[in-house]
């Protein structure tokens, strides 16, 4: 005798959701070890960029020399920056601060850099130099905004584009951070199931279909919300707004 239809599409939702979830957990497996691997980045790091630091001191290096030691300094310096990001964002203890949403938003572009340049996509900074803080925890306003980014970032894998990140502050009650790219945009039928847990137009693999449902969760939490707009063939537009500390 056959299974019945029902037992049948039962079945498969459970296949799929367990390979989902185990592909998700190799990853997150894989991100634990990373961070013992960025770990141990920093003390050579840290080694070369003081090294390098006292070459520059002698009086007697030739120029071409100086030139490139102090090449070798300053990209050291800049990994160095970059793992102590890293492990920084990879801490799980929750700490509640006043975030400087600026310097968020500037981290989270130069993390990106590397996933942008390779997909031909120019990262875009407009900035209120006034903004408020935001009373949260850091971390999260650095994953909201890398499952935003990076969804923009796929989308326009094949042709290029822009994606614009804006931070303005309308009134005194809240803040707002505006993340727009000229991607293929999102079908009016899609659009209204984005937020949904497990909703995804990527292979297995490229997406699982929580990030923006995670992300709509963690901006609620915090007293914010998320709002979309799209184009097909134009882009699409995240708008995020947050309570503002009041002073
Ligand atoms: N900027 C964007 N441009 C086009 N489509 C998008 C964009 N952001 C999200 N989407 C669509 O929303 C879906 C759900 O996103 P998300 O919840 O982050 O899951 P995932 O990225 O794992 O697919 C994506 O699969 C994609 O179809
Ligand atoms: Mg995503």
Do not use: W
Not at 26 to 41: D, F, N, P, Q, Y
Not at 49 to 68: D, G, K, N, T, Y
Not at 91 to 105: A, C, F, K, P
Not at 210 to 232: A, C, H, M, P, Q
């Amino acid at each position: 005798m056959k299974a019945t239809p029902a037992r049948h599409t039962d079945g498969a939702i459970n296949e799929d959701l367990l390979k989902q979830l185990a592909y998700n957990e190799k990853m997150a497996e894989l991100g634990r070890i990373s961070t013992g691997v960025v770990h141990e980045l920093n003390a050579p790091l840290s080694v070369i960029v003081s090294a390098s630091q006292l070459i520059l001191r002698e009086e007697s290096v030739p120029e071409f020399v100086r030139e490139m030691v102090e090449r070798i300094g300053s990209e050291a310096q800049r990994l160095s920056q970059l793992t102590r990001g890293l492990l920084n964002f990879s801490r799980h203890e929750e700490s509640i601060s006043e975030v400087d949403v600026n310097l968020t938003i500037d981290f989270v572009l130069d993390f990106l850099r590397y996933e942008a340049a390779r997909r031909a996509v120019s990262l875009l900074r407009v900035l209120d130099y006034r903004l408020p803080t935001v009373s949260m925890d850091g971390n999260v306003l650095k994953q909201i905004m890398l499952n935003i980014i990076m969804n923009a970032l796929q989308a326009m894998e094949a042709d290029g584009g822009i994606v614009q990140v804006e931070s303005c502050s309308r009134n005194s009650a809240e803040l707002s951070i505006i993340i727009s790219d000229t991607g293929p945009g999102i079908a009016a039928e899609s659009l209204e199931r984005i937020f949904e847990p497990y909703f995804t137009t990527k292979k297995r693999g490229e997406g699982t279909g929580l990030g923006l449902f995670v992300t709509k969760e963690l901006v609620e939490n915090v007293g914010g919300s998320i709002e979309v707009s799209s184009t097909v063939g134009a882009g699409t537009t995240f708008t995020l707004t947050f309570p503002v500390t009041e002073s």
